[in-house]
């Protein structure tokens, strides 16, 4: 007859791939779910660290299972993060952008294990260990990676800040030990160190507030070219951080009214699309929507506008050329 730990570890290497394809299907839907609700700022940004689903190792498994006086009835099925997810994102904030990824998404169920918001409402003077946790079953059976997944498969998904992924990592299989859980002064350091990154991440949201609201008319401005690039040129646009540095500096020269001022320009100028579609194989400033700005900006002040550009007079010659002006590097 079989021990339980034998039986246990059969299942689990019998199962085990079937988690992982889970566990993978989860991480990509989430991956595109967040893309679409932050759009157009890049997910691979958002995501702190890189989104890779996590199997149990059999030690590990073993220990929950049978040697953490959890008790359970039916130690394999109840174990509910045999595979697990865990996204690390900047901002408590961004946490509840992925937590309505995890509730909207309509190929699991969720249910949630643990709130770090919740815990400090019930207990606001403790200071202690914070995350988001949710546990997301397969309604459906699913193939992924060419492995069938079957219903009611579970997967953990742990969302938290990188300064609470910070703490996590520090104490993480050390501090709630019985033996290191009797000494207060270290469950006081613990503590105090919760407690500075709660108010690190007010800080930290303050701070973003304030840099959100200061950005705020040069995002109106690059969001207007956007719109206007493809419309005008029938280009896709290909944003780089070079965009950024021409919404930076020209936008300076776009005041209230700015949306219906560049429609009239370029109304005026239709010939500026056939000399973006020219350039445009060749280089990149072409393949901006802010090139429409640069445009503008020359037009409103050929002598001011181009002062400090992160453009040169090189790069600059031909749009002033095209609206009939000369160049900032041309002799007198």
């Not at 030690?59 to 130690?75: N, T, V």
């Not at 949630?112 to 997301?136: C, G, M, N």
């Not at 070219?225 to 540095?245: I, M």
């Not at 400033?285 to 445009?295: E, G, H, I, K, M």
Request: net charge negative; charged share 30%.
């Amino acid at each position: 007859m079989k021990d339980r730990e034998t039986e246990l570890l059969e299942r689990w290497r019998a199962e085990r791939p079937m988690y992982a394809a889970w566990g993978d299907f989860v991480s990509e839907m989430l991956t595109e779910a967040v893309a679409r609700e932050i759009h157009p700022a890049n997910v691979e940004l958002f995501f702190r660290i890189p989104l890779k689903p996590r199997t149990k190792e059999e030690p590990s498994l073993l220990a929950k299972a049978f040697h953490r006086g959890k008790q359970y009835k039916d130690p394999y099925d109840d174990i509910e993060d045999k595979v697990g997810v865990r996204i690390v994102v900047l901002f408590s904030e961004d946490i509840r952008v992925v937590e309505r990824t995890i509730t909207t998404c309509d190929r699991w169920t969720a249910a949630k294990a643990r709130d770090f918001e919740e815990e400090r409402a019930a207990k606001p003077f403790e200071f202690d260990y914070q995350s988001l946790h949710y546990i997301v079953r397969a309604k459906a059976s699913v193939i992924h990676g060419g492995v069938d997944v079957a219903v009611n498969t579970p997967c953990e998904v742990q969302v938290r800040t990188i300064l609470q992924h910070a703490y996590s990592e520090l104490t993480h299989d050390t501090i709630y030990k019985p033996s290191i859980q009797a000494e207060p002064h270290v469950k006081r350091a613990a503590a105090k160190s919760m407690a500075l990154i709660e108010a690190t991440d007010d800080y930290f949201t303050q701070v973003r507030q304030k840099l959100e609201l200061a950005q705020a008319p040069s995002r109106q401005i690059a969001a207007a070219v956007q719109a206007a690039y493809k419309p005008f040129t029938g280009l896709e646009p290909q944003p780089s951080p070079l965009n950024t540095l021409l919404v930076d500096h020209f936008c300076g020269w776009a005041k209230e009214g700015f949306e219906a001022e560049l429609d009239a320009f370029l109304k005026e100028k239709p010939f500026l699309a056939e000399r973006i579609q020219e350039r445009a194989t060749k280089e990149l400033l072409y393949r901006q929507p802010a090139v429409l700005l640069v445009y503008w900006a020359i037009k409103q002040a050929p002598r001011s506008a181009p002062l400090n550009s992160p453009l040169s007079d090189d790069e600059l010659a031909p749009l002033y050329g095209d609206l009939g002006l000369k160049s900032p590097g041309a002799s007198a």
